[in-house]
């Protein structure tokens, strides 16, 4: 599945994840109102008759979405599935459930995790700490915490998210207990997404060191590209831990989205990625990229592991 990502997850690329096989999520406060989002919603069913879903972002701000608007639009609109995120997403689960929505919560722990299950997720996507977007608190990679999440949580279905862009990840994902895998930053490089070519030619040439995490201090983790305006936002908040103030003027939403949608500058806002640049080598179509993907991991479970197994026997 490709994750919600906020001003990239736009009816495009959902609907040519769909198309693929795979599906796809717009991120619901990318629209300014909840009129534009049954908009966007409209717009992608338009291009695909396949599945899709909506995602809903809970995280701190200094005046919160009303969701309970958004949500009223998803049920409304016959959205299935949807996947939260963020601080204490509990109310909003319970009244996705009512409206017979399946819930994908995705968080870094399993108390979060246990939590939102309390409260009605059906499907846990574990966010390991490779990833673009807010790898919380505890700094623990997806290698380990899947196998965490399986032995917390007999059972329930996981989906495996953060630093995932080839075959052999998602062949090791479901050995390691998963369902299926979660991408974001892969599927940025891709032709369909609708953000500025500039943007994507950066994640292709880069690699996994040019990464940083803004806002722990805020307790909203934040893995983002390693620019000079990461870096002087890290240096306002080392100055003043905790102190939003002080690094807001570079965090904010409206120069990252000048970014990726108007001047394609890389260097002059904060915007996310994960350490899966490393590994991505080209801008694909989405449909290129998630057959090739299937094809590795088909052909990792179908050759290599029972030619491993037949050499030990
Ligand atoms: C530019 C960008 C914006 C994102 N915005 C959101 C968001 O608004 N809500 C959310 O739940 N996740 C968001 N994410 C995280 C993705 O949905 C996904 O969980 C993450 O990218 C997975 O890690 P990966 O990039 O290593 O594949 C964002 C990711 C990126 C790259």
């Not at 996994?208 to 240096?235: G, S």
Request: aromatic share 6%.
């Amino acid at each position: 599945m490709c994750g919600g990502m906020h001003y990239v997850s736009y009816a495009e690329l959902v609907a040519a994840v769909s198309n693929a096989g795979a599906i796809g999520f717009l991120t619901a406060v990318t629209q300014p109102t909840p009129e534009k989002l049954r908009e966007e919603i409209r717009r992608t069913r338009a291009m695909t008759s396949k599945p899709f879903g909506v995602n809903l972002s809970f995280l701190p701000a200094a005046k919160p979405p009303d969701y309970m608007s958004y949500i009223r639009v998803i049920i409304d609109e016959g959205i299935k599935v949807v996947e939260t995120a963020g601080n204490n997403p509990g109310k909003y689960i319970e009244v996705l459930k009512k409206g017979g929505i399946t819930v994908i919560h995705k968080c870094v722990t399993v108390r979060h995790a246990k939590t939102a299950l309390r409260h009605g997720a059906d499907i846990i996507s574990v966010d390991g700490f490779e990833c673009a977007g807010h790898p919380g608190m505890d700094d623990v990679g997806l290698m380990l915490l899947l196998p965490i999440f399986r032995r917390a949580l007999p059972g329930v279905p996981l989906i495996a998210s953060g630093g995932i862009g080839d075959g052999s990840q998602l062949a090791a994902c479901i050995a390691l207990g998963a369902g299926a895998v979660n991408m974001g930053t892969r599927f940025m490089a891709t032709k369909e997404a609708p953000i500025h070519s500039n943007i994507k030619r950066t994640l292709v040439e880069s690699d996994q060191t040019q990464t940083t995490l803004i806002l722990k201090t805020l307790k909203n983790t934040e893995r983002v590209f390693k620019n000079d305006m990461a870096l002087k936002a890290q240096a306002a908040e080392r100055a003043k831990p905790g102190d939003i103030g002080v690094i807001r003027e570079y965090i904010a939403g409206s120069k990252y989205r000048k970014s990726f949608h108007e001047t394609g500058d890389t260097t002059d806002s904060v915007w996310s990625c994960g350490q899966v640049i490393g590994i991505i080598d080209d801008v694909p179509s989405v449909q290129e990229l998630v057959s090739r993907i299937v094809g590795e991991a088909s052909s990792i479970a179908q050759s290599t592991l029972p030619g491993a197994v037949a050499a030990r026997l």
